[in-house]
């Protein structure tokens, strides 16, 4: 058995869904590592089809990648598996990355044959489809073969995922508009007033063109991975939720890194672009926020929705609030 085979082996035993190699060509890549000479890069795939099937109102949405431990630490783990495997085997040194921004992790994968970059700019694998997070490890170790980036054009003639997308970020310019997409929306610090109505009810992340490309199925073998969070998120409880709870809930998951603050700002712009009384009701409640920007948020959202019921809030919070900025948000909207 060659090393290849061996390294294949062992990430079989410790259940990793895919692996390939490629070399480490750059200097960028070479000086993380004395001797550096390859890259073994894997794949862990997730399920994108589980649900909790809520109705959608006055739910916010979790994207799929998010409702799990966060991936970081899963990727970690094999990949500390593996760097014990080579280093006890082949006296072999290792660096681990996963989700650095030393690397692109894509280019990395599409270099060791692991798939295709789509329009909608995730890696496609031929087994997984879209839903796989990427981890590798850089090796000072000369392998017996690497594999070769496969040369097909997986989405010649396919718009599906173009038409799918709801902000058109992804061009029919073959440009990924990346300020319009909603997955990055819901991790920026500020959202421009005229896309949020874009966001719809996205708490974190979106999925909506990987459901569309056909490379995924339900049928795919991908991973089911324990929740930890339901992916329809009451927002009423989003939003009264303390530190403690966001720590032992969402916190856990990959969109932990972003903090309570960002997730309950997507909450009320949620509830700002879904017009229902309900929605009135909430956002009033949680007017009492101490957080000047949170209180600000509330009154854009109560501003978008702009009902009877919303105006009537708004000329409350009008007549009590201290605040002369949000006092003067409040007002543009009277
Ligand atoms: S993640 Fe959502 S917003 Fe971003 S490109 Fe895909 S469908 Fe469009
Ligand atoms: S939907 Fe079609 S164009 Fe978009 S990534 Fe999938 S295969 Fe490619």
Not at 28 to 45: C, M, Y
Not at 157 to 180: E, R
Not at 288 to 307: K, P, T
Request: include cysteine; glycine fraction near 6%; hydrophobic fraction near 35%.
């Amino acid at each position: 058995m060659n090393i290849n085979q061996s390294i294949i082996q062992y990430a079989k035993e410790i259940s990793i869904d895919k692996i390939g190699f490629c070399r480490a060509n750059t200097d960028l890549e070479r000086n993380q590592l004395k001797g550096a000479q390859s890259f073994i890069v894997i794949l862990e795939s997730y399920n994108l089809y589980l649900t909790n099937e809520k109705s959608t109102i006055l739910h916010g949405k979790m994207s799929k990648a998010a409702i799990f431990e966060d991936y970081h630490k899963i990727v970690n783990r094999k990949l500390e598996l593996l760097q014990r495997f080579l280093s006890d085997g082949f006296h072999c040194n290792s660096k681990l990355y996963c989700d650095t921004s030393l690397f692109s992790d894509r280019s990395l994968a599409v270099r060791a044959g692991l798939g295709v970059i789509g329009k909608n700019t995730f890696l496609i694998n031929e087994d997984y489809g879209t839903a796989t997070f990427i981890g590798y490890l850089l090796t000072d170790m000369k392998l017996e073969y690497y594999d070769s980036e496969i040369r097909n054009d997986y989405c010649e003639g396919c718009s599906i995922c173009l038409n799918a997308c709801p902000s058109k970020a992804i061009g029919v310019d073959k440009q990924f508009h990346i300020d319009l997409c909603i997955s990055k929306l819901t991790q920026a610090k500020e959202v421009p007033e005229e896309l949020k109505k874009l966001m719809s009810n996205s708490l974190y992340g979106c999925d909506i063109c990987q459901l569309a490309c056909p490379s995924n199925h339900p049928k795919n073998k991908n991973s089911v991975k324990e929740s930890i969070i339901e992916e329809y998120y009451d927002l009423d409880f989003l939003l009264s939720m303390n530190n403690a709870i966001f720590k032992d809930t969402i916190g856990k998951t990959a969109a932990g890194w972003k903090g309570k603050k960002t997730l309950q700002r997507n909450g009320i712009i949620a509830l700002g672009n879904h017009d229902s009384q309900e929605s009135v009701r909430i956002l009033n409640k949680f007017y009492q926020d101490i957080r000047i920007d949170i209180r600000m948020e509330i009154v854009h959202s109560l501003g978008r929705i702009g009902s009877i019921e919303a105006k009537q809030v708004l000329k409350e919070k009008h007549a009590t609030e201290k605040n002369e900025e949000v006092r003067l948000l409040i007002h543009k909207y009277l």
